[in-house]
């Protein structure tokens, strides 16, 4: 999807869950039928890779596509090619698979060795097969000093410096304050607005007044049903990228639905 089209996108981090193909299949029939009923709002899952085949709209479901459904892939690989690179999926198998959006550089991976020119690797990777990158970006620490917009700043240089404007308009942002990954809340709906103002700047600055203005810009970071419609109305995000909710079916598709009514 563009980030052009002024949809909401939200998108399901199913990480390492769940723990079976029966439970995936479930939860796929489940975000599908939900987002086919959506007027606003696009629905993306990330299930793990062996589960993407089964969940993407080509094996599971008579019809190829579904509308408002997409697949995202949690991670591809740097290697641009095929080769003797074992255990790594890359983005054109990933592309093959019905797979539209990619989640690159998400903190846990980060913290697991995913160096910065690692993530600009994968980025540059998703975008030479035409996919749409999520590119995850957040500080550990939220600071009276400020010093966080340095670190934001410096990991979307870090990861686009490479990037010509013509592939960086496809690239979509994920602000996820690590500190509010997994935690008992989300960031205050009024700091997501003010940091995500902050993400468009550097993006006008990097590429110029129409890119700070057309970037998409997601919140992750404890999203439920109950707190996705303010982060969304005040903190005027183009979407969320949802974590431990989006594996609790009745959750997300309360929150699916609640995000689509909001004005
Ligand atoms: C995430 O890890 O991307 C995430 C947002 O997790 P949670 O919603 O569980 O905080």
Redesign the pocket.
């Known amino acids: 999807m563009p980030n052009t089209l002024h949809r909401r996108l939200i998108v399901g981090?199913w990480?390492m869950n769940p723990a079976t193909v029966a439970e995936a299949k479930k939860l796929a029939r489940i975000f599908r039928r939900v987002a086919t009923s959506l007027v606003h709002t696009e629905a993306v899952i990330c299930p793990p890779l062996s589960f993407i085949s089964i969940c993407s709209g080509r094996s599971l479901f008579t019809k190829k596509s579904s509308p408002h459904f997409h697949m995202g892939a949690q991670v591809a690989s740097t290697q641009e090619e095929g080769g003797p690179h074992t255990g790594e999926v890359g983005a054109q198998m990933l592309r093959d698979l019905g797979v539209e959006y990619v989640i690159v550089g998400?903190?846990?991976q980060r913290k697991r060795g995913d160096t910065d020119e690692i993530v600009a690797a994968r980025l540059k990777a998703v975008l030479g097969q035409g996919l749409t990158p999520i590119l995850?970006i957040g500080e550990s620490v939220r600071d009276e000093s400020g010093a966080y917009l340095s670190v934001l700043k410096d990991q979307i240089k870090a990861s686009c410096g490479d990037i010509l404007k013509k592939s960086a308009k496809s690239i979509i942002v994920?602000y996820?304050p690590i500190w509010?990954?997994?935690?008992a809340e989300a960031m205050k709906a009024e700091d997501v607005y003010e940091t995500s103002l902050f993400i468009k700047k550097v993006f006008a600055d990097l590429y110029g007044a129409d890119m700070g203005l057309k970037v998409t810009v997601l919140y992750?970071?404890?999203?439920t049903y109950r707190n996705a419609p303010d982060i969304i109305a005040i903190g005027k995000v183009d979407g969320l990228?949802?974590?431990?909710?989006?594996v609790n079916a009745p959750g997300f598709v309360e929150l699916l639905k609640a995000v689509d009514l909001v004005k």
């Not at 509010?180 to 935690?183: K, Q, S, W, Y």
């Not at 990228?241 to 989006?246: H, I, K, N, Q």
């Open positions: 981090n990480k998400h903190s846990e995850c994920a996820e509010a990954i997994g935690a992750g970071g404890s999203v990228l949802v974590g431990r909710e989006s």
